[in-house]
C-alpha cells in the first residue's frame, strides 16, 4: 500500500473498519489482471492482503509486499507470503509472471524507480496491472483539510505527499522503463464512504496530520471540522458520505 512516506499511517483495525471499500472496489482491477493456476504474481503495496487472497483462490503464487509493517503483520496472520519491501527499491531477480497493485502507487513518490523495479522483476511478456489514485482524485477532500489546518494555523506542507498523475505523466513514465502495449485511463468514481469524511481523514491523512504538526489530541476535532465544512459538497441528501475519487487504471506489458 505504501513505500515510507510522512503521509501515511497505517493502522489495519481502522483500515478494515473505515476502508473496507479499497478492496472491495478492487474486484475490476482484479478481473484485468485474469491470474491464472501456477503463476507467480507480486502484489505492490499488498496492504493487509485481502485481494492478495484472491489472486492465491485463483491458484496463483503470490508474494505479497508493503513498506507497512503493520499491514504485513495482517496479511500474514491471513497466512500470506508477505514481507516489508520499499515498493521503490524492488530487489527481486526477473521472475514474476505479473505483478498487480491497486490503491497504492500514489504514495510511492519516486515514480521512475518504482516503474523500473516493476519492469526489472517481471519476466519477459510478464505484465503489470493495477490501479491507482489519478489526476483531480480526492482534490475536494484535499482542499478542505488544507483549508482547515491553515485556519488553524497549522504549517501544511506546500504538497500532497501523493502522485496522483495524468494519463500522459503516467505512461511517459512506464514507457520510459521499457514497456509497451500500455492502455492507462482516467475513470472518475465518487465512492460511498461508510464511516463519512471523518473516518476517511482518521485512516488516509492522520500521516499527513502529523507532517503538519497536528497533535493525535487535536485531529479528531480538525476532521469533524473538515467534515462540517464539506458537506456541502460530498454529503447525500439521504445523510451519506461520499468522496471524489477518480482512478487511474491500467496495464502494460514487459517486452518478451
Not at 515514480?111 to 489526476?135: I, Q, S, T, Y
Not at 509497451?180 to 461508510?194: G, N, Q, S, W
Not at 473538515?226 to 445523510?239: F, I, M, R, S, W
Amino acid at each position: 500500500m505504501t513505500s515510507p512516506n510522512p503521509a501515511s499511517r497505517w493502522e489495519p483495525a481502522d483500515y478494515a473498519k473505515n476502508a473496507a471499500f479499497v478492496p472491495a472496489l478492487g474486484a475490476p482491477v482484479l478481473a484485468l489482471l485474469d491470474p491464472q493456476p501456477g503463476e507467480y504474481i507480486l502484489d505492490l503495496g499488498c496492504g493487509d492482503g485481502v485481494l492478495t487472497e484472491k489472486i492465491v483462490a485463483a491458484g496463483a503464487r503470490v508474494v505479497g509486499v508493503d513498506a507497512s509493517e503493520t499491514m504485513i503483520a495482517a496479511a500474514r496472520e491471513r497466512g500470506l507470503d508477505a514481507h516489508v519491501v520499499d515498493g521503490e527499491k524492488l530487489d527481486f531477480g526477473p521472475e514474476f509472471d505479473a505483478v498487480f497493485s491497486n490503491a497504492a502507487l500514489h504514495w510511492m513518490l519516486d515514480a521512475k524507480a518504482v516503474a523500473g523495479g516493476v519492469f526489472r522483476v517481471l519476466k519477459p511478456g510478464g505484465r503489470f496491472v493495477g490501479e491507482m489514485g489519478g489526476d483531480g482524485n480526492v482534490a475536494t477532500l484535499r482542499k478542505g483539510l488544507r483549508e482547515e489546518l491553515t485556519a488553524r494555523g497549522y504549517p501544511v506542507p506546500a504538497e500532497d505527499p501523493q502522485w496522483y498523475p495524468s494519463v500522459a505523466a503516467f505512461s511517459a513514465i512506464y514507457a520510459a522503463a521499457g514497456f509497451v502495449d500500455m492502455d492507462a485511463r482516467l475513470i472518475p468514481r465518487p465512492t460511498p464512504l461508510p464511516a463519512g469524511i471523518a473516518g476517511w481523514l482518521k485512516t488516509f491523512r492522520a500521516g499527513f496530520m502529523d507532517h503538519a504538526s497536528v497533535p493525535d489530541t487535536a485531529q479528531d476535532d480538525v476532521a469533524a471540522a473538515v467534515e462540517a465544512k464539506l458537506a456541502p459538497a460530498l454529503q447525500n441528501p439521504d445523510g451519506s458520505w461520499f468522496a471524489d475519487y477518480v482512478r487511474l487504471r491500467f496495464t502494460m506489458r514487459k517486452p518478451a
